[in-house]
């Protein structure tokens, strides 16, 4: 059974210590290749994250910049408790508004790589930041159907029926797949309008504040987007 965890092997030779050797070789040939699969898998994971901070990492490095010489040009050195207030109020808003970007973002990232490709297995895009266990177990089953795929087709022919069988499963895991992206984009987009509307109410609330320290608010409400998602 596919299910099991044991399997015997067994190998008739005149010489023992020969099948002994094929079947070692064998068994360490099947344990490379399953780790090989896993750093894929890692190595996927790991260059989004990697991808993802260098660029915010940029971002961070220009608006901390920014921040000190707007300090040091304006002689501004503290954000008053209005200021502080409004801080409060909105950073929290900003921390929701950033994760449902950065899941939007990986979501498009998947959605991209189903669209993009035929049925040739290759490297699974992350979904880091995305709680969905069901889309994280379709993007494993679409994975390890294209591996079987690519070695069916290696070894009997795209034409031979188990091949054609494989083809079929993955076609009919992708449309699963773009349903389950479309339905969570389409909350998310909601979640989105609804944070940008609270944004605009805290917005207004800057108007009753001096200009030197509107301007410092803004500097340090990017600041602490930027660093939120990079922490």
Known sequence: SKLSSVINLKLLDEIPQRSEDVLNGLISEYNNAAIKDKNKLASSTLGFVIERLDIVGKDLASIESKMQQYKSNQGAVDIGSQGQLFLESVNVNDRKLADV????????????????KDN????????????DPMLTDLLNKLYEAELD??????????????????????????PSILESIRNQKKNLEASKVNLYSTNNRYSSMLNSIPKME?????????????????N
């Not at 490297?123 to 709680?131: A, D, F, K, R, W």
């Not at 795929?149 to 992708?174: H, M, R």
């Open 149 to 174: 795929y690519d070695k069916l087709k290696t070894t009997t022919g795209e034409n031979n029926p188990l091949a054609l069988s494989k083809s079929e499963q993955i076609n009919k895991i992708k």
């Open 214 to 230: 509107r301007d410092l608010l803004e500097i340090s409400r990017e600041q602490n987007i930027k660093s939120g998602i990079y």
């Open 120 to 131: 040739t297995g290759g490297m699974v895009p992350s979904t880091v930041g995305v709680n």
């Open 101 to 116: 970007t950065m899941q939007i973002a990986v979501l498009d990232q998947v959605e991209n790589y189903v669209r993009s």
